[in-house]
């Protein structure tokens, strides 16, 4: 069974702090992982993708597969930054490669 | 262009009554996905269409629920003699082509159901 687990519910940190916004996982095969963002009054859209390998508003993430981790990392924190976050999996290949896993989510607020 | 819509954005029913909630995906997807989050607790995938067809129905949480696609465009997800845990968030998605890991999903607004 697929699990994603964000051990924070909250997170606060101020401006220019750097933050990191924790994602370990629980998956027997090869797993595609993704960070999911919803800003305050807006849907939830994709930040990024382990597969690409991009850095997005500043932000990058790690696949360590020796930690079976994914955490999402910004050296200094802006107050726009502030929104839920969602780390989520899906398999690499194969069938239901599609279905994505998520976890319950971290509110990150970056004061002034 | 427009993206996902959902409708309605909030709907109160009472216990036992039937609800329709229905997603418009992006023109030309035909990949339409539908997400539950429960109060407290992550998305959970219910169902996804390739076209009009549903190869993947394992999330549907009981036999009171149901979808379907008319059109490869408009889905309507059904929730029969609703319960107290059927209120959630209900999200709706969908992706360009045949679903795959590399298509990015592109969600709605939601619709928050509460079931009194």
């Known amino acids: 069974a697929q699990r994603v687990t964000q051990p924070e519910k909250l997170l606060s940190v101020f401006k220019g702090a750097p933050v990191e916004l924790k994602c370990n996982y629980s998956?027997?095969?090869?797993?595609?992982l993704f960070w999911y963002v919803q800003y305050s009054r807006q849907r939830l859209q994709l930040l990024l993708r382990?597969?690409s390998r991009e850095s997005i508003k500043g932000f990058t993430a790690d696949l360590n597969k020796g930690e079976t981790s994914f955490h999402l990392k910004k050296p200094f924190a802006q107050e726009e930054d502030s929104a839920m976050y969602y780390c989520?999996?899906?398999?690499?290949?194969?069938?239901?490669?599609?279905?994505?896993?998520f976890g319950k989510g971290t509110l990150l607020t970056v004061n002034p | 262009g427009a993206g996902v819509s959902q409708s309605p954005s909030n709907k109160v029913t009472e216990k036992g009554k039937d609800v329709e909630l229905r997603c418009d995906p992006i023109?030309?997807?035909?990949?339409l996905y539908w997400y539950r989050q429960s109060l407290g607790q992550g998305l959970e995938f219910l169902i996804y269409?390739?076209?009009?067809?549903?190869?993947?129905k394992s999330g549907l949480p009981s036999d009171r629920f149901s979808a379907e696609r008319t059109g490869g465009s408009v889905s309507t997800l059904t929730i029969q003699r609703t319960q107290q845990e059927d209120s959630a968030v209900y999200l709706c998605?969908?992706?360009?082509?045949?679903?795959?890991?590399?298509?990015?999903?592109?969600f709605g607004p939601g619709t928050r159901l509460l079931v009194l």
């Open positions: 023109s030309g997807h035909t990949a």
């Open positions: 269409f390739q076209g009009n067809s549903a190869p993947d």
């Open positions: 989520a999996l899906s398999r690499s290949s194969g069938g239901s490669n599609y279905k994505l896993t």
């Open positions: 998605a969908s992706s360009p082509r045949r679903a795959r890991v590399s298509e990015t999903q592109y």
């Open positions: 998956y027997s095969g090869s797993p595609e």
């Open positions: 382990h597969i």
